[in-house]
């Protein structure tokens, strides 16, 4: 059930674009979407969502344009956006319930799954507590319960870790990996940890256009034998800056360490060769875009 996106364009007016022919073929499993702010990330999600059509080109769900039916894809999604509202004088069972009704959920398994998705998402002992006294994590769990309710066979997730603690993040990414057999996942985070733990392939994308989409080993080894660290003092991190791609620093007592690409394959001296990461690659990809 390939879902293809066709050399898709979104323009807002004649000065913003949010997707410039943007085509990419997913699978299930866990696609990662890693962009700046601005990059297209949620403009494309509305897209297949079908909130948003698209100004050129269009979108396949097994073979069926669901920009022109939109239905084929509408009675097997799940979508939690970015901007997810609740309404705060409901429960959790009360707004699940809700939302299974706008979706067409019912039956006699429905309170059963239900609790299902609450435990899953670590709400069961809040679950008769309005949703307006709830945290902003604890809105973002009955969120991704929320987006779980059809048993969809097509996911979006649009930053779904803002504003979980840890050992949320965790029970998440669990979450998901128990449901990427059966389903296309896509998720989008800034949280370059949450996309490394649990995608089977990535997709980085800047101003609208996609870079590279790859299992991660193939993304990483863009930049592998080119990331280095070494130690400056302090006052030679802004020369430094203008030679080499600097990925993150620290202070090591009277030092600055700096772990840094390489933009022509010559290291600085005294430094040490590090393992690349799916980070490296992302901010290398991004900023040589």
Known sequence: MPLEIKHVTKKFNKDK????????TIDKGVLGLLGPNGAGKSTLMKIIATIS????????????????????IRKILGYLPQDFGVYPNLNAYEFLEYIAAM??????????????????VNLTADAKR??????????????I??????????????????????????RFRQLISDLADDCIII????????????????AIMKNGRLLDKAIQPDIISKVEGRVFETLLDSGELTTFKSKYLVIN???????????YITKNNEMALDS?????????????LTHNA
């Open 187 to 202: 998720l989008s985070s800034h949280i370059v940890s949450d996309i490394e733990t649990i995608a089977d392939e990535v």
């Open 17 to 24: 674009t949010g997707l410039a022919d943007y085509s990419i």
């Open 145 to 170: 319960a929320q987006a779980l309710l059809n048993d969809p066979k097509v996911l979006i997730f649009d930053e779904p870790t803002v504003g979980l603690d840890p050992e949320e993040r965790v």
């Open 249 to 259: 620093t620290s202070r090591q007592k009277e030092k600055t360490k700096v772990r």
């Open 272 to 284: 040490t060769a590090v393992n690349a990461t799916l980070e490296d690659a992302y901010l290398f």
């Open 53 to 72: 059509k698209p100004t050129e080109g269009t979108v396949f769900l097994d073979g069926v344009d669901i920009v022109q039916h939109p239905d084929n």
């Open 103 to 120: 979706k067409g959920v019912g039956g006699s398994g429905l309170r059963k799954r239900i609790d299902m998705l609450l435990d899953g």
């Open 130 to 143: 309005p949703i307006g006294s709830y945290s902003g994590g604890m809105k973002q769990r009955i969120g």
